[in-house]
């Protein structure tokens, strides 16, 4: 038995004392803001404070722990106001964000030793951290700031920005009750009068007249956009493409919330996030989206009013009569609007360029951003199923090498282990060649 504290906690600890401490924060303690990267102390991710020094927990046992202070990303602020944190976010430090939680404990540790360190220093001490999205250059901008105790200037905008993950199904339910405007994209063939082509139709599963891009507005005036894209840690599918519409929309963005939409490709359509495609395919029809919006509601404002839709017009979440200026919100007017038909495509006006408030402005910051210096963005690793295994890969030291022999007997004694399997190499070029072991 061991006692350690862990961010300002007193535990007991009573498992093999060769377990690294990483596995007990995540495993045992469901701490999953330390992250797994390379099990060998190379890379930074696992990195958290042990009696105030930056230590890599995936190497570190359970047994060098006894008796000390662990203090993880969840423990460093609890609620993300730590200078190292601030300085992350003011600067827009992270894109997949996965290293970041290792990258601010390393960043935090030198601060606490150093409040003034050097351009050298900050180099020497960051060293150790990798960074596979290259974001060096901001990581080093920021430990520079949270030195000098400062709020950068480039500051991001829309931190009201609330980030759900639900289902669509259970979305749908909360906007039924909401009681105002519900949305689907219907994009009629991505209609040559709205849409340029850009190849979308070509890919598995192609673009779904109806690709369930929904949008909704409820009596207070929120708006609901759904996420139908996989998150790969550039910000497209649940920053950019949200923006798109929101903007298309005339929507505040402090007043946005972003649901994500389960994988589901027959219903969404392609939901590939690769090859740089997820903003070239949906540019288009996420415009027509928030477009079509836009006009429902001018035309239930106009109805309300008694007066030609042409004299309404959409300004940042309200809907103003330009004769007299009256204003409603959108929330106001969004059952009316519900109750309007779609507009085709020939009544859609896009916004001229010069007009947009968000789209190529970079005044929106990446909506994962408090979630990822605090710890609480979720990862592939992070979630947890019932009856969820684990498997452990023992990869040749050399590239293409292969397996000569091998004894599971020993592995197989260890409790919990079930099975060894061996994985037959792929040809070259192995890239886009997946073992067969993975179809």
């Given at each position: 038995m061991a006692n350690v504290q862990v961010n300002g906690q007193e535990r007991t600890f009573g498992g093999d004392p060769s377990m690294p401490l990483m596995w007990y924060l995540r495993d045992e303690l469901g701490l999953t803001g330390t992250k797994?990267?390379?099990?060998?102390?190379?890379?930074?991710?696992?990195?958290?404070?042990?009696?105030?020094?930056?230590?890599?927990?995936?190497?570190?046992?359970?047994?060098?722990?006894?008796?000390?202070?662990?203090?993880?990303?969840?423990?460093?602020?609890?609620?993300?106001?730590?200078?190292?944190?601030?300085?992350?976010?003011?600067?827009?430090?992270?894109?997949?964000?996965?290293?970041?939680?290792?990258?601010?404990?390393?960043?935090?540790?030198?601060?606490?030793?150093?409040?003034?360190?050097t351009d050298a220093e900050i180099d020497a001490a960051m060293a150790g951290n990798l960074c596979r999205c290259g974001c060096y250059q901001r990581i080093h901008a920021a430990v520079r700031a949270a030195s000098r105790g400062r709020e950068m200037t480039h500051h991001h905008r829309f931190s009201g920005l609330i980030i759900h993950n639900v289902s669509r199904r259970d979305m749908l339910k909360g906007i039924a009750t909401a009681g105002g405007l519900v949305l689907a994209a219907q994009i009629p063939g991505l209609q040559p009068a709205l849409a340029y082509p850009t190849g979308a139709e070509q890919m598995p599963d192609g673009v779904r007249t109806d690709p369930h891009i929904f949008l909704s507005i409820a009596k207070d005036g929120t708006v609901t956009i759904v996420a139908a894209r996989a998150e790969m840690g550039t910000g497209a599918a649940r920053t950019t493409l949200p923006m798109i519409i929101a903007d298309e929309l005339e929507a505040n963005f402090d007043r946005v919330r972003i649901v994500q939409g389960e994988g589901d490709e027959k219903k969404y359509g392609n939901q590939d996030t690769d090859g740089s495609r997820s903003v070239r395919h949906w540019l288009q029809p996420l415009r027509q989206c928030g477009a079509s919006a836009r006009l429902m509601l001018e035309q239930a404002a106009a109805k309300r009013w008694n007066v030609a839709v042409g004299e309404v017009q959409a300004v940042q979440h309200e809907l103003v009569h330009k004769p007299t200026g009256r204003k409603l919100g959108y929330g106001e007017v969004a059952e009316e609007a519900a109750a309007l038909p779609t507009p085709t495509a020939d009544q859609i006006r896009?916004?001229?360029?010069?007009?947009?408030?968000?789209?190529?402005?970079?005044?929106?910051?990446?909506?994962?951003?408090?979630?990822?210096?605090?710890?609480?963005?979720?990862?592939?690793?992070?979630?947890?199923?019932?009856?969820?295994?684990?498997?452990?890969?023992?990869?040749?030291?050399?590239?293409?090498?292969?397996?000569?022999?091998?004894?599971?007997?020993a592995a197989l004694k260890v409790p919990g282990v079930e099975k060894v399997v061996k994985i037959d190499p792929t040809p070259a070029p192995a890239k886009f060649n997946p073992s067969p072991a993975w179809r």
């Open positions: 797994f990267g390379c099990g060998v102390a190379l890379c930074g991710a696992c990195t958290v404070h042990i009696n105030g020094e930056a230590v890599r927990s995936c190497t570190t046992p359970m047994s060098d722990v006894a008796g000390k202070k662990v203090v993880t990303i969840e423990g460093l602020d609890a609620n993300g106001r730590h200078p190292v944190q601030v300085a992350w976010r003011n600067i827009g430090v992270p894109q997949c964000g996965y290293c970041q939680t290792g990258q601010i404990m390393n960043a935090a540790a030198l601060l606490a030793k150093t409040p003034a360190p896009l916004k001229d360029p010069s007009a947009f408030r968000y789209i190529g402005k970079g005044n929106v910051a990446v909506v994962d951003l408090f979630d990822i210096t605090t710890g609480r963005a979720i990862y592939g690793q992070d979630v947890m199923r019932p009856g969820l295994k684990f498997a452990v890969i023992a990869r040749s030291p050399v590239v293409g090498g292969t397996i000569v022999s091998y004894d599971a007997s």
